[in-house]
């Protein structure tokens, strides 16, 4: 029997081992690096830009010449996965979820459809399931994993917008708080709703949405002749951790008939620890919630997901069927993932969760998570003790605010660039309350005591105070 001819681009195994481990030599030293590494980097950068912009030759180049190539363009820039790195929300990204998209994209199985990779379908549903249930979301719930929590909070106001409104829905109105993230305001415009459709309620002192205040829009709206039907909260705000009164939420969507969403892209995972899961309480009661395991399970970027109470309603707001496709999966154990998204085609994103959990075990992560809950705690007493400093919010979460005492904004951008100047840490800024505050979220997986401690020295330093 004549042997089939390979293709060109698959090498002999030797030569696939030899490259996978040219790639793992990389790989291990960039982790290795990170420790050392500054937490920013723009030297020479571009020139590096400039050469990255050529054409790709007709001929091969080594595969060496080019991973020398990548490893100096992933060195440019902000590291996120750098230890130091405590702005807007770090993404360290794990070994193991790298190995798992290495695997996913080697066997390259679709799984848009269960019936294409039942197996590896059911591999992704069991750890959608893992996590209805940890948030305690009932069966017929359904979960669904996205490229980030823009998209997760896309497809919920989606699915509120069809199930609460059907297909006359331009009077339909949607109450976010002043701290919510801009995906929302971006995803009811994406999804078809006029520009004023979105109502921003004030916040309170602690930067919790002012339900009280909703409350009186809400029936304001009503009396103008428009519809009310979704309210969004925070479990974790981009500013400043806040988690906004879920109960409370829940009570006021269950008496106006709204569907509640919670965004809990930053702070959701922390249901993982006991103190996280006293602040979220509430969060059972939502209609959908948007994680990102791209933070708090410390995933590579690209890792979103969306979990929404009632499956079936996720489903009529998203499936759409062709006669060239196999037929619809009716299976609530293996379902058709596109018939839960906007996507078809879709990579196997489940196997960059299953395989860390799987491998570290669940206790893990939440000891993980806890020891940056202590952090930020630490934190925000030793800022708080520097004279020099006002820190205005106690940490619910793992993200601390804080801004120069007395001075300008500029001032506080001054103080930003010399806490950054050490490459040691790298900090963000956000304007809030009508004043800069400076940023410090403590998520990295990478991010223990000695590199936080050193942190807070820095600070200290910086704003006179050492």
């Given at each position: ?15 696939m ?44 180049t ?36 790298a ?53 997760s ?7 509120a ?72 909260t ?28 919670v ?16 602040r ?7 209609d ?50 596109s018939s ?7 990579d196997?994103r ?89 940023r ?17 020295e ?9």
């Amino acid at each position: 029997m004549t042997a089939e001819p390979r293709s060109p681009f698959d090498p002999p195994r030797d030569e696939m081992r030899s490259m996978g481990h040219e790639v793992v030599e990389l790989a291990a030293r960039f982790i290795e690096e990170r420790y050392s590494a500054p937490t920013s980097d723009y030297s020479e950068v571009q020139s590096l830009l400039q050469s990255l912009s050529a054409p790709p030759s007709q001929g091969p180049t080594p595969l060496g010449d080019l991973l020398r190539t990548i490893e100096g363009a992933a060195s440019k820039g902000f590291d996120p996965a750098n230890p130091g790195f405590v702005a807007y929300i770090p993404g360290g990204g794990l070994y193991a979820a790298a190995l798992a998209d290495f695997l996913a994209c080697v066997v390259n199985r679709y799984t848009g459809l269960s019936r294409p990779a039942p197996a590896l379908v059911q591999m992704e549903a069991s750890v959608l399931r893992w996590l209805c249930d940890l948030f305690g979301l009932p069966e017929e719930a359904q979960g669904v994993l996205t490229p980030g929590g823009s998209m997760s909070n896309l497809s919920a106001t989606v699915t509120a917008r069809h199930a609460m409104l059907g297909e006359r829905f331009l009077e339909g109105t949607i109450y976010v708080s002043d701290e919510i993230h801009h995906s929302i305001a971006k995803s009811a415009r994406i999804a078809g709703l006029p520009s004023g459709a979105l109502r921003v309620v004030p916040s309170d002192e602690a930067l919790h949405i002012d339900l009280v205040a909703a409350r009186a829009m809400i029936h304001k709206d009503r009396r103008r002749g428009h519809k009310p039907f979704m309210l969004v909260t925070s479990a974790g705000t981009i500013n400043t951790g806040a988690v906004d009164p879920l109960l409370d939420a829940a009570d006021l969507a269950r008496d106006e008939g709204l569907w509640l969403h919670v965004d809990g892209a930053y702070g959701g995972f922390f249901q993982l620890t006991e103190r996280g899961r006293k602040r979220l309480s509430g969060i059972e009661r939502a209609d959908s919630i948007t994680l990102d395991p791209h933070k708090g399970m410390f995933l590579p970027y690209g890792t979103g997901c969306l979990l929404v109470r009632d499956g079936s309603l996720l489903r009529a707001a998203h499936e759409t069927h062709a006669n060239y496709l196999p037929g619809l999966s009716e299976d609530p154990g293996l379902p058709d993932f596109s018939s839960f998204s906007p996507e078809l085609t879709r990579d196997f994103r489940g196997l960059r969760l299953w395989l860390p959990l799987h491998l570290h075990g669940v206790a893990a992560f939440s000891q993980a998570l806890d020891e940056k809950l202590d952090l930020a705690v630490y934190v925000f007493e030793e800022l708080e003790a520097i004279s020099e400093l006002h820190v205005p919010w106690e940490p619910e979460l793992s993200l601390v605010a804080f801004r120069p005492r007395a001075g300008t904004d500029e001032d506080a951008h001054r103080l930003l660039e010399r806490i950054n100047a050490s490459e040691r840490v790298w900090l963000s800024s956000a304007s809030f309350r009508e004043k800069v505050h400076l940023r410090m979220c403590i998520l990295s997986h990478r991010s223990h005591r000695d590199r936080i401690r050193e942190g807070v020295e820095i600070i200290r330093v910086a704003a006179g105070g050492g």
